[in-house]
């Protein structure tokens, strides 16, 4: 089992930055991507950024492209998402991501096996 465990959340104002970590415990000896998802209140879970194991290839939904940049240190079992330029609407609940199903789309949440509880992120104007 893997387990993840998000940081980084809080308020900043609109056209701030915050940075996001997800650290990984258990069994991180697998090659997962892995992958940032949102959510805000009365809204579907989104898929914002994705990336591979090695960090070679990364993802971005439009929202989050040119804003915010994915990476990742195996060395420490760490998944990072650097956000700048906040805006109100990126306000909601950032949740961490891993593993791969075959049958699903990367951008979807079945694809991955494991998730992390969360962190929120709240923009204000």
């Known amino acids: 089992q893997v387990q993840l465990v998000e940081s980084g959340g809080g308020s900043a104002q609109a056209g701030g930055s915050l940075k996001l970590s997800c650290v990984a415990s258990g069994r991180t000896d697998r090659r997962y991507a892995m992958a940032w998802f949102r959510q805000a209140p009365g809204k579907e879970r989104e898929f914002v950024s994705r990336i591979t194991w090695n960090g070679g290839y990364t993802y971005y939904a439009d929202s989050a492209k040119g804003r915010f940049t994915i990476s990742r240190d195996n060395a420490k079992n760490t998944l990072y998402l650097q956000m700048n330029s906040l805006k109100p609407e990126d306000t909601a609940v950032y949740y961490c991501?891993?593993?791969?199903?075959?049958?699903?789309?990367?951008?979807?949440?079945?694809?991955?096996?494991?998730w992390g509880q969360g962190t929120q992120v709240t923009v204000s104007s």
């Open positions: 991501a891993a593993g791969e199903r075959s049958g699903s789309l990367y951008y979807t949440s079945d694809y991955y096996s494991y």
